[in-house]
């Protein structure tokens, strides 16, 4: 079964830039769909980003247009996250996911189309 496996988190200065990644394990990821989610304390968990399977396409939910970067590399299964000018409304954990279907639902929690997600790793934008 594919695992994931979040890296990168930290504590970063609001307008400061960090990088998310993701490593797949234990299968390729190169048939799903790869997005980001978070979930900020006391809020549902939302989606920020999605990249297709073959890296051709990306979805950004409206917060992060602009300054998150999705890219993925399936030859070495892995999915990473730019994140750039951050600001405090940024802070959450961070989830990667793998999803069957197109990147605009599979970004979407409630459409229920994740089939993996991974532990998560905490980004606080704080000065």
């Known amino acids: 079964q594919l695992q994931l496996e979040e890296s990168g988190g930290g504590l970063v200065q609001p307008g400061g830039s960090l990088t998310l990644s993701c490593a797949a394990s234990?299968?390729?990821?190169?048939?799903?769909?790869m997005a980001w989610f978070r979930q900020a304390p006391g809020k549902e968990r939302e989606g920020v980003a999605c990249?297709?399977?073959?890296?051709?396409?990306?979805e950004y939910e409206d917060p992060v247009k602009g300054r998150f970067t999705v890219s993925r590399d399936n030859t070495k299964n892995t999915v990473n996250l730019q994140m750039n000018s951050l600001k405090p409304e940024d802070t959450a954990v961070y989830y990667c996911?793998?999803?069957?279907?197109?990147?605009?639902?599979?970004?979407?929690?409630?459409?229920?189309?994740?089939?993996?997600w991974g532990q998560g790793t905490l980004v606080t934008v704080s000065s």
């Open positions: 996911a793998a999803g069957m279907g197109a990147c605009d639902l599979v970004i979407v929690p409630a459409a229920g189309l994740v089939e993996v």
């Open positions: 234990q299968r390729s990821l190169e048939y799903y769909s």
């Open positions: 990249i297709n399977s073959r890296g051709s396409l990306t």
